[in-house]
C-alpha cells in the first residue's frame, strides 16, 4: 500500500503524454518528475494528502477501501476514475478524472459537510486499516481536506483535469 498521496490538478495533455508511455515504470519514473517540475513552476496545481488520502476515500466510501465503493461521484474524489497503470497493483496509484468528472466531484465536495465525511470515517473496520479509526486521526485527515476541494476548484476554473497519484 503507497503512504504517500498527492493531487494534481494537471493540463489534458499531460495526460495523453503519460498514457503514451508504455511501462507502468517509466509512468512511475515520469510522474517524479513531473511531481518534481509542479512544485517548483505550478505548486498550486498539487494537493498533498499524505497518508491521510486512504482514511479521506474510505471516510467518502462508506468505510471501504477499493475503487467500487460508496456513490458517485464521492467515491471518485481519490480512488475512483481512469486507472492509468497497465496492472492493477496496490503500490503505486495514478489515476485522472476528466473535466466532466472534476466538475461533477467538486460539486458534490462544495457541499459535503464535515457530520457525513465524519460519520463514513467512522464506519472504517479497524481490523482493514492500519491506523487508529480515533478522533485524533479523523482530525489529521480533515487538515488534509482543504487541499482536496481547493484542488478541485481550481481545476474547475482552469479546465484542468485531475490526477491522482500515490506511491
Not at 11 to 39: G, H, P, V
Request: glycine share 4%; proline share 2%.
Amino acid at each position: 500500500m503507497p503512504d504517500c498521496g498527492l493531487l494534481f490538478a494537471i493540463t489534458e495533455s499531460e495526460i495523453s503524454k503519460i498514457k503514451a508511455i508504455n511501462s507502468d515504470i517509466d509512468k512511475i519514473d515520469y510522474m517524479q518528475e513531473l511531481e518534481d517540475k509542479y512544485y517548483d513552476e505550478y505548486p498550486e496545481r498539487i494537493a498533498e494528502l499524505d497518508t491521510s488520502w486512504e482514511a479521506l476515500h474510505r471516510a467518502l466510501c462508506d468505510g471501504a477501501l477499493n475503487r467500487e465503493s460508496g456513490t458517485y461521484p464521492l467515491n471518485h474524489v481519490i480512488l475512483g476514475g481512469q486507472n492509468l497503470l497497465n496492472d492493477e497493483n496496490d503500490d503505486y496509484y495514478l489515476i485522472y478524472k476528466d473535466l466532466k468528472h472534476v466538475l461533477r466531484i467538486s460539486k458534490a465536495l462544495d457541499s459535503v459537510s464535515e457530520k457525513t465525511i465524519h460519520k463514513g470515517f467512522f464506519k472504517i473496520d479497524q481490523n482493514t486499516y492500519e491506523y487508529e479509526v480515533s478522533e485524533e486521526e479523523f482530525e489529521l485527515m480533515m487538515d488534509w481536506y482543504p487541499g482536496v476541494v481547493e484542488i478541485y476548484n481550481l481545476a474547475v476554473k482552469q479546465n484542468l483535469f485531475i490526477l491522482f497519484v500515490a506511491y
